[in-house]
C-alpha cells in the first residue's frame, strides 16, 4: 500500500512495535548533503564512471588515483555534513524500543554521530583503512589526504578504503548480524535505499516472511515496495519524526 505521508494506523504499529530494525541506504543522508549513488536514472557518480565501475577492487587497482579522488571528494563532503532529522529521530527510537538496531549499507557513520549505538555497518566506514601489502586496519580520519593515493605508515603499500566494494563479500559476522536481527524483529523499516544492491537488498523479503510489518520511506518507489506492508513516498528527515513514541498512548508514559 502506497502512502503520502504517516497516518494514525501506521503510527499505531509503530508504537505497538517491541523489536525494530531500520536499513538504511544514502536517502538517509541526502539531506544533510550527502550525494546517493544512483539518482537520476544511472547518472556517473564520479568522471563519468558509474558506481558499479567506480566501487571496484579492479578500479583501485587499474587507477588508484583516480579511485581515491573520489574517496577523498566524499571524506570532504562528510567531514562537513551533519546528521539531519532522520538519523536523530532514529536514534531517539532506541531509547523507546526493547531493541533496535540500524543495518546501514551507508559508510558516513552519521547514525554514530547522531547517537544510534547499535549499528550494523554492512559496507564498513569510509574513516577505516586497510593496507594492500601489510594488512593492516587503522582509523583515518585526515581530511584532505596528505597525498592520493594514500600510502601505510608502516611499510608505505598502497591503502585502501576498509568498505565492501562490488564483488567483495559483507564480512560474514557482519552479515550474520544482520540476519539476526532482522529474522527477530516486528518491525522492518527501509529508509532511502534504492535497494537493488545485495546482499542488503534480501533483507526486507526475510523480515516479511518472518511477519515483521516493513515500512519503505523513500521518494520514489523501489523493488521493496512490492514486498512492504506500506510505503510512504516521501523524504526520510521529513517522515522519520512522524513516528514519535512520546505521542498518546505510547508506552512507557
Ligand atoms: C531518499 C532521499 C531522501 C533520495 N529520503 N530517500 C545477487 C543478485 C544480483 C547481483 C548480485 C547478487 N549478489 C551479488 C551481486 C553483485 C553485487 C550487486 O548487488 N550488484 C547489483 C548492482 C545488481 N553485490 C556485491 O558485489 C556485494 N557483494 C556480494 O554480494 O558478495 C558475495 C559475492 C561476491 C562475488 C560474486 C557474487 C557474490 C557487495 C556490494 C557492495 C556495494 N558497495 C557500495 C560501495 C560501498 C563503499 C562506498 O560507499 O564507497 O555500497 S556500492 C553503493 O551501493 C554503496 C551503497 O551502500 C549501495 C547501495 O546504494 P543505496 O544506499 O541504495 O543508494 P542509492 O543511491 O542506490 O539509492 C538512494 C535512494 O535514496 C533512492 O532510492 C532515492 O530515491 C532515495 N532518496 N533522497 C529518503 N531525502
Ligand atoms: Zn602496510
Known amino acids: 500500500m502506497i502512502y503520502e505521508s504517516v497516518t494514525e494506523e501506521l503510527k499505531e504499529r509503530f508504537r505497538e512495535a517491541w523489536a525494530v530494525v531500520v536499513l538504511t541506504g544514502a536517502g538517509v543522508s541526502a539531506e544533510s548533503g550527502v550525494p546517493t549513488f544512483r539518482g537520476g536514472g544511472g547518472a556517473p557518480v564520479w568522471k563519468g564512471m558509474p558506481v558499479e565501475k567506480i566501487a571496484t577492487p579492479e578500479m583501485l587497482r587499474a587507477d588508484p588515483v583516480t579511485f581515491w579522488e573520489w574517496y577523498a571528494y566524499r571524506r570532504e563532503v562528510i567531514e562537513r555534513a551533519e546528521p539531519n532529522p532522520a538519523h536523530r529521530a532514529i536514534a531517539a527510537w532506541e531509547e523507546y524500543f526493547e531493541r533496535l538496531t540500524v543495518i546501514t549499507q551507508n559508510v558516513d557513520e552519521l547514525h554514530q554521530r547522531a547517537g544510534s549505538h547499535a549499528v550494523v555497518e554492512l559496507h564498513g566506514s569510509l574513516w577505516r583503512v586497510r593496507c594492500l601489502q601489510c ?117 512507557g508514559e
Do not use: M, W
Open 135 to 251: 594488512g593492516v586496519r587503522s582509523e583515518d580520519r585526515r581530511v584532505p589526504l596528505p597525498e592520493i593515493p594514500p600510502r601505510c605508515p608502516s611499510c608505505g603499500g598502497l591503502l585502501r578504503p576498509d568498505v565492501v566494494l562490488f564483488g567483495e563479500s559483507v564480512p560474514e559476522a557482519i552479515f550474520s548480524q544482520a540476519v539476526a536481527a532482522t529474522a527477530t524483529c516486528d518491525l522492518f523499516f527501509v529508509v532511502g535505499t534504492s535497494a537493488v544492491v545485495y546482499p542488503a537488498a534480501v533483507l526486507p523479503a526475510l523480515a516479511k516472511h518472518n511477519r515483521a510489518f516493513v515500512i519503505e520511506v523513500n521518494p520514489e518507489t523501489t523493488p521493496v515496495t512490492e514486498v512492504a506492508d506500506a510505503t510512504i513516498l516521501g523524504r526520510a528527515g521529513e517522515i522519520l519524526p512522524l513516528f514519535s513514541p512520546r505521542e498518546n498512548g505510547a508506552r
